[in-house]
T-cell receptor
Framework: QKEVEQNSGPLSVPEGAIASLNCTYS??????FFWYRQYSGKSPELIMF????GDKEDGRFTAQLNKASQYVSLLIRDSQPSDSATYLC???????????FGAGTRLFVKA | SAVISQKPSRDICQRGTSLTIQCQVD?????MFWYRQQPGQSLTLIAT?????????ESGFVIDKFPISRPNLTFSTLTVSNLSPEDSSIYLC?????????FGEGSWLTVV
């Protein structure tokens, strides 16, 4: 079992729709959860982090965490073509500082 | 956030040679990490660069192939030794700040 699992996609949504990206993790000791966005040919950039169960909103982005189900998601509202990228879920292993990444989900937003 | 500078940004190397990648952070950080991202793949952690002690390597990565230096709290180097085409990849330096890690721009390595 991979430490962090994501559907590789591609996920295709029309412009203005909500994109929903999902991630599961195996280590119950994980405490910190991150979403990064990576454009082709670029390094990852941090979108959001979440530590507590529930929802965390930042602009058009909402991260959702359910530690009991070992599940974290990212919702992108009013999706734009510029949101087309690979979204990487990342988890701190065992609550420490090592951050482990999922394989990423490719998102395409169609104009 | 932290500003992380990496160099070289891109290089083409002959097989059998070595490449050293430098990483500079604009503030003092305790934890620095080196990742590899092979074409079409996600990020794989190579090692944790510890200031004042040996680097800690992940399974599948060894010091002889990927020697790391961490001479102070703002700087680290990763050397990829005895290059083969399988080492063609993006190498990313990252720094742990607060509860988040931030990445440099990456070093694109092609081995021919």
């Amino acid at each position: 079992q991979k430490e962090v699992e994501q559907n590789s996609g591609p996920l295709s949504v029309p412009e203005g729709a909500i994109a929903s990206l999902n991630c599961t993790y195996s280590d119950r000791g994980s405490q910190s959860f991150f979403w990064y966005r990576q454009y082709s040919g670029k390094s990852p950039e941090l979108i959001m982090f979440i530590y507590s169960n529930g929802d965390k909103e930042d602009g058009r982005f909402t991260a959702q965490l359910n530690k009991a189900s070992q599940y974290v998601s990212l919702l992108i509202r009013d999706s734009q073509p510029s949101d087309s990228a690979t979204y990487l879920c990342a988890v701190n292993r065992g609550g420490g500082f090592k951050t482990i990444f999922g394989a990423g989900t490719r998102l395409f937003v169609k104009a | 956030s932290a500003v992380i500078s990496q160099k070289p940004s891109r290089d083409i190397c002959q097989r059998g040679t070595s490449l050293t990648i430098q990483c500079q952070v604009d503030s003092q950080v305790t934890m620095m990490f080196w990742y590899r991202q092979q074409p079409g793949q996600s990020l794989t952690l190579i090692a944790t660069a510890n200031q004042g002690s040996e680097a800690t390597y992940e399974s599948g990565f060894v010091i002889d192939k990927f020697p790391i230096s961490r001479p102070n709290l703002t700087f680290s180097t990763l050397t990829v030794s005895n290059l083969s085409p399988e080492d063609s990849s993006i190498y990313l330096c990252s720094a742990h700040l607060g509860n988040t890690i931030y990445f440099g721009e990456g070093s694109w390595l092609t081995v021919v």
